[in-house]
């Protein structure tokens, strides 16, 4: 993830925690807990993401039938973590 990417994050999980609150620009006892728990997804979406994309970019046409069909089972249960 680059600097830019991180900072992103850092915004929407602010963003976020304001949301689900409801206090924006009011002091919240658990307002840092809320973002960081937030961010902490938003940072292991994207880690996931990119890590299903390395089993997607593994498929090719020169690829057995079988070498693809794991290649997209295992993009599939790297995405399905976010989903519990």
């Known amino acids: 993830m680059t600097r830019d990417e991180i900072i992103e994050m850092a915004d929407k999980a602010d963003a976020e925690a304001d949301n689900v609150l409801n206090m924006k620009g009011e002091y919240h006892p658990n307002w840092h807990q809320v973002r960081d728990e937030i961010f ?3 940072v292991a979406a994207k880690e996931r993401e990119a890590c299903a994309k390395v089993c997607d970019s593994l498929v090719s046409d020169e690829n057995t039938i079988e070498y693809a069909n794991g290649a997209y089972r295992c993009s599939a249960l790297i ?3 976010g989903q519990a």
């Open 79 to 81: 995405r399905s973590r």
């Open 40 to 42: 902490a997804k938003l």
